[in-house]
């Protein structure tokens, strides 16, 4: 889910824990990467779709039990 007004800012539920927070994708990047949770320290696989501000995200487990 994205902030209203905001272009890389993103608010997302943890796979793991559960938990909300806010994770910040600069503009120009596109594709996939990792990046772990603040809260539990679990890695999540980050996808990012679209561009400029049609983009969206998709945060799923990066720890081996994802689906690809």
Known sequence: MRDPGMTDQFTIA???CGE????VIELDVRGS???D???CC???LVRVHGR??????EVTRADGTEST
């Open 42 to 44: 679990n890695p999540w």
């Open 37 to 39: 949770c603040e809260i």
């Open 33 to 35: 990467l990792v990046q």
């Open 52 to 57: 400029g501000e049609d983009r969206w995200i």
């Open 20 to 23: 909300t927070t806010e994770i």
């Open 14 to 16: 943890c796979p793991y």
